[in-house]
């Protein structure tokens, strides 16, 4: 049978959502269609026939209308909401197939990769870099440079004062060290740091090259379970057991890597406000392991 999918939302969203494919195409027998306003996540999959861009093809597009089956749903607007599953899992149950811990994402950027090298190149970073995103939200598709940044949940994001120590502890401690932030032009820059405005999917293959991330919940974090890139991940307004990967050390003001949901309230806005000095020792530390980790990128359930 010939499924199409219908997938809205963000970046990260549609990573978590390429979580299910194998699953999907074992459903339909053969590798399924999905429309999208970013192809890039489904682009070279050989288990996509097609991934319809939802920026510039009709949703009645004829090849859409031939499918067997069309399917879409909205796991914001389900069960999800409880706080209680991950997305992957929330997706899964909403699709009708089996969840696993163990669903990570694939993105096949490697075409991508001397458009990487170039900006490296023209941006005369030949040492070690490292990637970091402090906010987030907007959707670069259509996005408009004249813009002023709003965030439409500013609770994940990490004040720019924390931000810049992070930055400045990174470069006392290695001053050889690149450090390329990964926003939108008309989001907070930071001293000692170069802004790379080059396409999400170029960012991915930047981050397979990387030393690692410092992030957010926001598309650093979703592609770092794709390259398997270890990181931090800095949680504000949402849980990293409803958005996270095992593979990363994940902090908020109150919790370290194991989730405690009676210490979380998601209008708290000193979640998000962790010392930069731990957000540093968390990078160092990145890639020793505690007893909630793995070196398998999992979703992670608690």
Known sequence: MLDTYFVEGGIGKHIMFSCLIDKLVEKAGEPIQVYTPYVDVFANNMKVKLAFDANTIPNNDHRIRQSDNIYYCEPYKSNFMLGKEHLVESYCKLHGVEFKDTMAPTMYTTHLKPQAEK?????????????????????????????????????????????????????????????????????????????????????????????????????????????KTKGVV?????????????????????????????????????????????????????????????????????
Not at 145 to 173: D, H, M, T
């Open 234 to 302: 800095v949680w504000g307004s949402t849980k990293w057991t409803q958005f996270g990967w095992s593979h990363n050390k994940n902090l908020s003001y109150f919790m370290k890597d194991k989730w405690d949901d009676s210490k979380y309230n998601d209008v708290d806005p000193r979640n998000i406000m962790v010392d930069p000095n731990d957000v540093f020792k968390a990078y160092i530390n990145r890639n020793m392991l505690s007893k909630n980790q793995t070196n398998e990128v999992y979703c992670l359930t608690q």
């Open 119 to 227: 900006w490296l190149a023209d941006n005369k970073i030949t040492g070690k870099y490292v990637l970091v995103q402090f906010t987030g939200g907007q959707p670069p598709v259509g996005w408009n440079q004249n813009n002023i940044y709003n965030s439409p949940n500013p609770g994940r994001n990490y004040p720019q004062f924390l931000a810049q120590q992070v930055v400045n502890i990174l470069k006392e401690n290695d001053p050889n060290l690149t450090i390329i932030d990964c926003t939108l032009p008309n989001e907070p820059g930071y001293m000692n740091t170069i802004k790379c405005t080059e396409r999400y999917a170029v960012i991915h293959e930047l981050l397979k090259n990387s030393e690692g991330f410092i992030g957010i919940d926001s598309s650093l974090n979703h592609m770092s379970a794709s390259t």
